[in-house]
Nanobody, 121 residues
Framework: QVQLVESGGGLVQTGGSLRLACAASGRTISNYAMAWFRQAPGKDREFVANINQVGILRSYADFVKGRFTISRDNAQNMVYLQMNSLKPEDTAVYYC??????????????WGQGTQVTVSS
């Protein structure tokens, strides 16, 4: 099974940018569709973006369209989430996930431990 570790979170001001990274180990991610989810305090986990195995197909939640970009580097076993124009409501723990299907609903075989993103107003 693939193991996922997120990094790149932190504290940023409104309008700032962050680039999250998800490092995979144990198996190549080229067999997996990859996704980012987030969970804010007191809220359910929600879908942010996903990308298919070869990086051609992407989908985004409406609330991040035009601001966030998901990408992957299968040779490096890495997935990224570039986040621009951040807003306080983007504050959440961000999770990386791997699944066999390019589908928001998954199912997902593996999850990372999450990285905290805090956007100050």
């Amino acid at each position: 099974q693939v193991q996922l570790v997120e990094s790149g979170g932190g504290l940023v001001q409104t309008g700032g940018s962050l680039r999250l990274a998800c490092a995979a180990s144990g198996r190549t991610i080229s067999n997996y569709a990859m996704a980012w989810f987030r969970q804010a305090p007191g809220k359910d986990r929600e879908f942010v973006a996903n990308i298919n195995q070869v990086g051609i197909l992407r989908s985004y939640a409406d609330f991040v369209k035009g601001r966030f970009t998901i990408s992957r580097d299968n040779a490096q076993n890495m997935v990224y989430l570039q986040m621009n124009s951040l807003k306080p409501e983007d504050t959440a723990v961000y999770y990386c996930a791997a699944g066999n299907l390019w589908r928001v609903a998954g199912p997902y075989d593996a999850w990372g431990q999450g990285t905290q993103v805090t956007v100050s107003s």
